[in-house]
């Protein structure tokens, strides 16, 4: 299914853990299959599956009070378990699986700790590779907006991060 | 010249690649002359392209995959039958249900002929027309200066079963200014316009629920407001359509779909 991988990384880092962001896909692409007939031709597909899902992370957050905080932290070990068993690279040696192991807990250490308005526009534009126009239609706010928010989000985790990636 | 604090967001917009080329330009020319912001430019820069690397190195987990690929794949035929007949084909091959199958696909002819031939009452496109209506001046709108008397005169039309939605527009420099009563399907929609500095937007306030969002709007749910937002274009004009309580408002502009929902969500007046 088009635009599948993009829609899993999104979700992998909005939500909690694997199992959650599994499950906010398969919901995503039940929803969108249901509702295909209100998708208008010649516009963005992978934008309004993204607003499917976003929508939905934000309702079933809202409904389980599960939203995305600093705290918790201490499953981190678990969940970064679950996230080296879906890299796709096949076999990247041991010494870059060290490093792309520190980076990947760094940054999904750091992007838990900042304010969700902040987060999402990180998470679609520099990890789901979203453009900035994109990025609006799924957050539903203007383009100039998502610049801001991404600015501020940016300096934010900068400063989670320290030095040792930046 | 450019203070640093007003080239962050360029920065951003920099290494990102999505600045205009005047933008790049007066940026560029900042770097050129700051060393602070250049040393940021390629913190972000370095930043941006680990968070690339982090989200590049992931992909759907196969058992994922296949499931979705599973559910995309059956055919819709397949999806909603009972067990132990799994095609239509199956159903029309046992000769008793013949009769039946020839009368209910008369009844559902009739009735899909009587939907697409009646008249449009679809409450979206005909706001749409009306606001086009009463931007290009051929629609009759009652003007007033007196906001509190305009509001009054038209929930007084409708006796005031419900009052139009009041709505805050003043940071956009729009103000009500007109208003009429339109029948649209049998109901009655109060019509106010809104109009100034900005582009003009209608306000149609009606009686109703969910199911009077336009077909093909898409759905966005505003989870600190708990209300489902209903956006849709048609012909360069937006609408944005949402529900408080038992009445609709529903709003409508040539204004950006994106900033045309940003005025919706930002505003929560009961009638």
């Keep these: ?166 | 010249m450019m203070q640093c604090n007003e080239a962050q967001e360029l920065i951003t917009g920099l290494v990102d690649q999505q600045l205009s080329a005047d933008e790049g330009l007066s940026i560029e020319n900042h770097l050129a002359q700051c060393a602070d912001c250049r040393a940021q430019f390629e913190s972000e820069t370095t930043l941006k392209q680990n968070l690339k690397l982090a989200g590049a190195a992931l992909s759907v987990p196969r058992e994922l995959r296949e499931k979705i690929e599973d559910l995309t794949r059956r055919p819709e035929s397949e999806r909603g039958l009972a067990k132990g007949t799994s095609t239509i084909r199956e159903w029309l091959a046992l000769p008793w249900l013949r009769p039946g199958f020839a009368l209910v696909t008369i009844g559902l002819v009739a009735a899909l002929m009587f939907f697409q031939f009646r008249p449009s009452n679809d409450i979206g496109s005909v706001a749409l027309a009306v606001h086009e209506g009463i931007t290009s001046g051929k629609t009759t709108v009652t003007r007033s200066s007196d906001t509190a008397r305009l509001r009054a005169d038209l929930a007084l039309a409708v006796k005031n079963k419900f009052a139009p939605i009041a709505l805050d527009l003043s940071a956009l420099k729009l103000y009500p200014v007109a208003g009429l009563v339109k029948q649209i399907g049998g109901r009655e929609v109060l019509v106010t316009v809104y109009s100034g500095d900005g582009p003009t937007i209608t306000c149609f306030t009606f009686l109703g629920g969910e199911g009077d969002a336009p077909r093909g709007s898409e759905l966005f749910f505003d989870a600190e407001k708990k209300i489902n937002f209903y956006s849709f274009t048609r012909g360069g004009l937006h609408g944005v359509m949402h529900r408080e309580g038992g009445v609709i408002c529903l709003l409508v502009s040539d204004m950006p779909a994106a900033d045309l929902l940003a005025v919706a969500r930002g505003q929560r007046h009961p009638a």
């Design chain 1, 1 to 166: 299914m088009t635009h599948l991988d993009h829609l899993y990384r999104v979700a992998f880092f909005l939500a909690k853990n694997p199992d959650d962001a599994q499950d906010c896909v398969q919901e995503t692409c039940a929803r969108a299959l249901s509702a295909f007939e209100r998708f208008a031709p010649g516009t963005n597909l992978k934008a309004w599956l993204t607003r499917i899902l976003y929508n939905f992370f934000l309702d079933s957050s809202v409904r389980n009070k599960r939203t995305v905080s600093a705290e918790g932290l201490s499953d981190g070990a678990e969940e970064q378990g679950h996230f080296w068993e879906s890299l796709a690279t096949p076999d990247p040696g041991p010494e870059r699986q060290v490093l792309e192991r520190e980076l990947s807990e760094v940054i999904g250490d750091a992007l838990k700790a900042i304010p969700e308005e902040f987060r999402a526009p990180i998470i679609l534009v520099d990890l789901g590779d979203y453009s900035y126009q994109e990025a609006a239609e799924v957050l539903a706010c203007p383009i100039g907006t998502v610049r801001s928010r991404l600015s501020r989000g940016r300096r934010l985790l900068q400063k989670r991060i320290g030095k040792s990636l930046g």
